[in-house]
């Protein structure tokens, strides 16, 4: 029997962009305007644009100026902070704008993120917001154009998955969840289930490309944004999954209880003919014997 792998859920109707009450407009797949107003609110709301009327044309004339990337996470070793502080630097001199929200445990990681918040969170494209903020999480995650996952491993992942449920474009690094949930969009064998950038080698590489993407295919990336937001991620799709395994182990296991019988009902005949003088028929009986133990055990 092969091992099983069973990715984690989330709550859709805690993170559900069509009726989330912390953001300021709602959207789903069929009408994603909602977004664009998100992402203005949280860019003026932290200071990234300049204050302006809350009218369409303006709302996009802003927000096609630059990517928004969001990192909501654990200020941890596993979540990748080398490359979490990289992305800061390479987000900027691509001329998009970043939002990391998150906390840290360790003293000397809130000191050096605190020092790169007070360097960089008076300028035009930077904040780090060093808290716990559910709303605020919510806020970020419909406002997103591109959520940062780096972790050095992750069993699953819950940012990605969260992240799509409004519409982000996941940039992961290639591990664990991550490389099971997101798939290369410049992967041209697998253009259907494409949804994200995945780079095991470059950060660089897989932001460059992205950004591309955005700037250079903005309906490709609109369809991909839609296809996002589609996808099932629901802890209803996860139960199937267990439930499916569950019956097959059910199955096999039935096999084996009557292969066993079988086994049991064998040695009570070879008894009889031991008994009986049959040494032909006994030998070759438990020939057949071996045979089907060797298959019980290897099953």
Known sequence: MGYFGVLNGIDTEMWNPATDVFLPSQFNAQNTKGKKICKYYVQRGLGLISKGPLDSKHINQMENKAPLVVCIARLVAQKGLHLII??????????????????????????????????LNQG????????????????????ADMVLVPSMYEPCGLAQMIGMRYGVIPIVRKTGGLADTVF????QLHRETANGG???????????RAFSFYREKPEEW?????????????????????????????TIMTVITRLSQSVSSIMMLLEFLVKSGHSFLVNLIRIFTICLKLTISSS
């Open 86 to 119: 990289h992305a800061i630097k390479r987000v900027e001199e691509l001329g998009g704008q970043m939002i990391v929200l998150g906390k840290a445990s360790d003293g000397r990681v809130h000191s050096e993120f605190e020092g790169l918040a007070n360097l």
């Open 222 to 250: 609109n369809a991909t944004i839609q296809k996002n937001l589609e996808i099932d991620n629901s802890w209803n799709n996860t139960a199937r999954k267990y439930i499916d395994i569950y019956n097959s182990v059910r």
């Open 124 to 143: 035009p494209s930077i904040r780090i917001l060093l808290m716990y903020s559910e709303e605020l999480s919510h806020m970020l995650y419909a406002a």
């Open 198 to 208: 995945i780079d095991e080698g470059s950060l660089n590489s897989a932001l460059d």
């Open 184 to 187: 290369d969009m410049d992967d």
